[in-house]
């Protein structure tokens, strides 16, 4: 008995050691979202709110599920280094199985601070488009943010891979 117990346990262990390896999880949309990322577009209520040259000054860098969004101003502190501004400070709540996908944000700090806002949200490649508004109008369904609505239209690029 205890030899067909020790061929079992043979087989056994022969067997975990040939099987394939646990596959790695899929990643999700919140894994793809880590990083820096610099707007190409920003408008609400369907007028551009973004020049260029501010443009360059903006990102958001997502961390885990936080969203930070920075300013580097143009003028330079006493180390002679930009001087980097962090205007809000957010969590961040995915739903990628909505269809549309949709997103949340719940400030935790910056002038929005206590302040929600729910959208829908598209990730293709290296960009990043948001249409989003506050959590007190209802959710948008389409990329569009008509006169009158509340709602921002945002599109992102990849700046930099977590």
């Not at 206590?114 to 989003?132: D, F, S």
């Amino acid at each position: 008995m205890l030899r067909v117990c020790a061929m079992l346990g043979v087989i056994g262990m022969t067997t975990l050691v040939m099987a394939d390896p646990p596959a790695a999880p899929a990643e999700t949309d919140l894994d793809r979202l880590q990083g820096s990322w610099m707007p190409l577009q920003c408008e609400v209520e369907g007028k551009g709110q973004m020049p260029d040259k501010l443009k360059e000054q903006v990102r958001v860098v997502f961390d885990k599920n936080e969203y930070h969004l920075y300013f580097k101003d143009s003028k330079l502190g006493k180390d002679g280094k930009p001087i980097v501004l962090r205007l809000a400070l957010a969590s961040v709540t995915l739903d990628a199985t909505a269809n549309p996908k949709t997103i949340q944000f719940e400030f935790a700090d910056g002038q929005l601070k206590g302040k929600k806002c729910h959208g829908i949200y598209e990730l293709a490649g290296n960009q990043l488009r948001m249409c989003y508004g506050s959590a007190e109008k209802p959710k948008p369904t389409k990329f569009e943010s008509p006169a009158g609505s509340g709602y921002f239209v945002e599109t992102w690029v990849r700046f930099e891979k977590k």
